[in-house]
């Protein structure tokens, strides 16, 4: 009898955790949310209607780059999105992040987006970081842009990198420039893992 309990209690708590971990990514968006509420609140010149967010802990192959409605709390459109080259550890599902330069690495933290400019990519917007883990964002010429190789459908398997700009698919980024054109204050973007 003490046997099967054992064999039980292990499976039990494997399904159990499977389900806390879609709680889990839900209450770290909420928590994000709530930060950059406290940001835009005291600063005029943000957005209090949208906000985006990319969840790195989410796997690339899936939508992972959030639109949220701030007014209405909740997720109004969202897509893939690559991370840098140089977030790659080798083990499937962990990440590493860096702000230094030359590190093709994706920066944690929250980013104001900026004026947009045609570059190597087309239209894509400059990104200022907001914290120290992502303060070298601008120098690091760390942008927002589209890219043909990023797929607009979700996959099982990794999409391809950036060189440590968040990197989206070509028709998602036509939604979000948008957006980001039609607002008269800087939209924030919170990238964290």
Known sequence: MRKILLIFIPLFLSSFSINSDDNSTEEKLNTQVEEVRK?????????????????????????????????????????LVAHGSGSETGI?????????????????????????YNGQFGKAYKLYGLD???SNAFRRN??????????????????????????????YFSRIEKIIDNSKTNIILSIYY
């Open 132 to 134: 120290e883990t992502n």
């Open 92 to 116: 499937p599902g962990k990440l590493k992040f860096s702000n230094v330069a030359n590190s093709l690495s994706t920066s944690l933290g929250k980013y104001s987006i900026g004026k947009h």
């Open 39 to 79: 940001i835009i609140n005291d600063n005029p010149k943000f957005n209090k209607e949208v906000a985006f967010f990319i969840d790195m802990e989410i796997q690339s192959g899936k939508n992972r780059f959030f639109i949220y409605d701030l007014k209405n709390n909740k997720i109004i459109d969202e897509g």
């Open 142 to 171: 760390i942008v927002l842009h589209k890219f043909w190789a990023v797929p607009y459908e979700e996959q099982d398997k990794r999409i391809c990198t950036s060189y440590g700009c968040p990197m989206v698919n070509e028709t």
